[in-house]
């Protein structure tokens, strides 16, 4: 897998106008979109949606404590954030 700590569970997921391959295993849900972009915008809420649609969080027990965004380096390369942000909490 691309990650050890993941295991893949679907492919090409649509969540709030983006395209994710979705991992899970644990408490960990990771969002990797499947094509490259040099940005994105979107609420997390889909996201958390289809979170507890699959039964891994509940709606009503289950608190936000943090929002990791970055680069997930897969192949070589050169990355570089310029800015980046979250808003509407």
Do not use: Q
Request: with cysteine; glycine share 8%; proline share 2%.
């Amino acid at each position: 897998t691309l990650f050890p700590y993941t295991t893949l569970f679907r492919s090409n997921v649509s969540l709030g106008g983006a395209t994710f391959n979705v991992y899970h295993r644990d408490n960990v849900m990771s969002f990797l979109l499947t094509s490259k972009s040099n940005s994105i915008n979107f609420t997390i809420k889909p996201l958390a949606d289809y979170c507890v649609s699959m039964g891994w969080i509940s709606s009503s027990s289950v608190y936000l404590i943090s929002i990791e965004a970055g680069w997930e380096i897969i192949k070589g390369g050169n990355y570089t954030t310029t800015a980046y942000g979250i808003t509407g909490l």
